[in-house]
């Protein structure tokens, strides 16, 4: 098993999922605006048909994996256009982070687009240390259960990951380091994203892997 999300979220490296924020609200909470979401409790899922992989939006960025590699979306419809919009980009942002790790390459634009702040800082880290360390990314990535809750000027994404399929490949040999299936293939994540310009961008993550709620 490979690992495009929990190891951008290793700082999440505590029992259960926690929400680390780059707000500087200086809320002990971590959760900046969003914490002021929870009276609304508003939440939806992505159609299927909003796949960045097949949107006609212009301003659509250049998301093409190499070949090997697939990220699938398994979300349904919401009429909220805004969450709509936040699930859109978040799910550029989750393909941009696959790109970044399947080739070994953080710095491409795409990746700087998506994400910022805290985010950035441990997309770049880890996809450098992974690379360091002789491997890519490579195999199918599925999210599901993605679910939105919206503040004044951010947005929270929490969503289930099954990296089932996907595995770490050798750069030197081109060897796929296929390991035993587990429940650790199975993570729940949380994004806190942030709107900037006219983009919806991850400043912040952590997951937890292992998590029995999203296996299957």
Not at 62 to 74: A, I
Not at 82 to 93: C, E, F, I
Not at 150 to 179: N, P
Request: net charge positive; with cysteine; hydrophobic share 30%.
């Amino acid at each position: 098993m490979s690992s495009f999300i929990r190891a951008a979220m290793a700082t999440a490296a505590v029992s259960g999922l926690v929400l680390l924020s780059a707000c500087g609200s200086g809320d002990e909470s971590g959760k900046g605006d969003i914490e002021g979401a929870k009276d609304s409790e508003e939440s939806a899922s992505a159609s299927p048909s909003s796949s960045p992989s097949g949107s006609k939006n212009v301003d659509a960025p250049n998301l093409d994996l190499p070949k090997g590699v697939r990220v699938v979306f398994e979300d349904e419809a919401t009429s909220d256009p805004k969450k709509a919009k936040v699930l859109r980009d978040h799910s550029y942002a989750v393909k941009a982070m696959a790109l970044a790790y399947s080739t070994g390459k953080p710095d491409v634009p795409v990746v700087h687009r998506y994400y910022q702040d805290a985010a950035g800082q441990q997309v770049q880290s880890r996809v450098k240390q992974y690379r360091a360390d002789g491997k890519v990314g490579t195999g199918t990535y599925r999210y599901y259960d993605r679910k939105v809750t919206l503040g004044k000027s951010s947005a929270s994404v929490t969503f289930c990951e099954s990296q089932r399929d996907a595995f770490a490949k050798t750069v030197k040999t081109g060897k796929v380091i296929r390991t035993k299936p587990s429940i650790n293939d199975f993570v729940s994540g949380e994004a806190i994203m942030e709107k900037r310009g006219d983009t919806w961008v991850v400043i912040s993550m952590a997951g937890k892997s292992g998590d029995e709620k999203c296996s299957r």
